[in-house]
Antibody, heavy 118, light 112 residues
């Protein structure tokens, strides 16, 4: 069974750093891209970027380029999304998902809620 | 970026009645490999999005056959033949042909 399990909710202050995780199981982690999707409170889904754990090839949406860093550790089947300096506007639910052929996001994690508040 | 435009943005449907959601893309989603990379997702209240339809009209594993997708090029439709209470939530279309991939704004389905 394909599963993506994300790390727990985080509460941070503006300016702090953060790294959240997404652990895949039940499939070959290095053979599929992992995507990250943002959902701000009460809003829709925004595609942030993807990483191929096999070689760490990464692509970002221009809207998120330079704002976040996507990485992966294939030895532990885990992808990451990180911020070096959080802003209040980063408050959102973040989902990881397995990306299959044609950009399809077929299996999703349960989401990680990030709250940034002073 | 490809812009995905959904209509309507909200829908209130009596159980047992049909529902239809339109999704239009600003560019063709037909790939040179002959496939069209248009997907439909449902996000039920308090849950992660779940895949309903891939490549315009193929139902994902476990998706009831009351859900169907159609369309081509830039115009696509999701239909629910007979709405049930468990179908409430927000429906999103998404294109997977060009990076960055993009979602529609979402259509909220409520039960009357």
């Amino acid at each position: 069974e394909v599963q993506l399990v994300q790390s727990g909710a985080e509460v941070k202050k503006p300016g702090e750093s953060l790294k959240i995780s997404c652990k895949g199981s039940g499939y070959s982690f290095t053979s599929y891209w992992i995507g990250w999707v943002r959902q701000m409170p009460g809003k829709g889904l925004e595609w942030m970027g993807i990483i191929y754990p096999g070689d760490s090839d990464t692509r970002y949406s221009p809207s998120f380029q330079g704002q976040v860093t996507i990485s992966a550790d294939k030895s532990i089947s885990t992808a990451y999304l990180q911020w070096s300096s959080l802003k209040a506007s980063d408050t959102a639910m973040y989902y990881c998902a397995r990306r299959s052929r044609g950009g399809l996001l077929d299996y999703w994690g349960q989401g990680t809620l990030v709250t940034v508040s002073s | 970026d490809i812009v995905m435009t959904q209509t309507p943005l909200s829908l209130s449907v009596t159980p047992g009645q049909p529902a239809s959601i339109s999704c239009k893309s600003s560019q063709s989603l037909l790939h040179s490999d002959g496939k069209t990379y248009l997907y439909w997702y449902l996000q039920k209240p308090g849950q992660s999005p779940q895949l309903l339809i891939y490549e315009v009209s193929s139902r994902f594993s476990g998706v009831p056959d009351r859900f169907s997708g159609s369309g081509s090029g830039t115009d696509f439709t999701l239909k629910i033949s007979r709405v049930e209470a468990e179908d409430v939530g927000v429906y999103y279309c998404m294109q997977g042909i060009h990076l960055p991939h993009t979602f529609g704004q979402g259509t909220k389905l409520e039960i009357k």
